[in-house]
């Protein structure tokens, strides 16, 4: 949003509109582009020059779009039945023995942002912050405590606190989405030990 407040009217290749305001929905969802840098952060880059540059044929990005809009508006339909706005999200994709697959978790709180529905309009005219389930919130976290990920600076402890009302945060998403309680394993259990034995159950019935 600061880019856009700057006059920035093109993000990854995509035309943007004039007098939008924070936190708007598109007319229609619209799609950016990243690839992998060497080092830091993922790099903005326009479907054009994806094809141009080689890195995905025009047909296998045609397939990665049509699976992102679908996934998308799946997305959003779930989460519109438990009281939330899917606002964006982040897909990974890569290709095996000539397939393009969709690759790692998606619509997690890791991925994507959600907004309550309830309320979204008033906020949105009156121009206040979204109530949100997201990792915003531990983001910003982290730049009220001089951290963003920049060469040469240090990570902030995080309080076993802290470490709760992050935990919390996810876990009141899970109950959204699904519709079901999440049931805390008891504080006296042995975590690396639950891991491990969570893991080879899923190993063995997977084989």
Known sequence: MARYKDGCRELCGVRLPDGMKENQR??????????KADEGHDLNISREEIIAQGLVSEEDYAVI?????????????IAARH???????KYEFGKRDGKVYLIDEIHTPDSSRYFYAEGYEEKLAKGEPQRQLSK?????WLIEHNFM???????PEITDEYALEVSNRYIELYEHITGEPFNKAAEADNLAQRIERNVSVYLAQNK
């Not at 598109?26 to 690839?35: D, G, S």
């Not at 779009?65 to 998308?72: S, V």
């Not at 915003?136 to 910003?140: G, N, S, V």
């Open 65 to 77: 779009e049509d699976y992102t809009r679908r996934l998308f508006a799946r997305g959003q339909e």
């Open 83 to 89: 009281g939330l706005i899917l606002v964006d999200t």
């Open 26 to 35: 598109f007319a229609e969802p619209i799609i950016t582009p990243t690839t």
């Open 149 to 155: 990920n920049e060469p040469g600076q240090t990570m």
């Open 136 to 140: 915003e919130f531990l983001r910003q």
